[in-house]
């Protein structure tokens, strides 16, 4: 982290809120994965991670439900709404989170790429689709309120 980045804890969650953490150290080795796997387990086009010594991730309500995708890792996620939360290799003292279950994934900007064999052919013309907010899109949808059910970035 640099120099006037926030200090831990830094808090996340599911979508529905029913799993929440805190990751009580400073995270490194933030990355993004490009594998197949990766791929399949967040219905994506690539994850985003970063992680913790294994103690360093406190879970504050409920826990993720684990799915070995392979005999090397086991991924976590919340059994009630699907949100993809953790990943780690077995045997190793260290788990990842995904950066977008963290309440503010804006501080945890991916340093390397995995899984480069399998990265889509379109991904590196993403950045320069043309593109709208949601708030201009809901209006031009003529949608006044979605109803919003997901959990707040925030402790609650
Ligand atoms: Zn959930
Ligand atoms: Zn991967």
Redesign the pocket.
Known sequence: MKPGHPAPPFAGGCQCGAVRYRLIAAPTGAGI?H?R??QKAGGAPF?AFTGVKAADLVFTRGTPTKYASSDLAERGFCAACGTPLTYQIKGLNRISVTIGSLDDPALFAPGEQ??TEAILPWFAALAALPGQRTDDWLRAAKIDDVGNHQHPDRET
Do not use: D, P
């Open positions: 994965c594998c796997m990766c994850m995995f899984g």
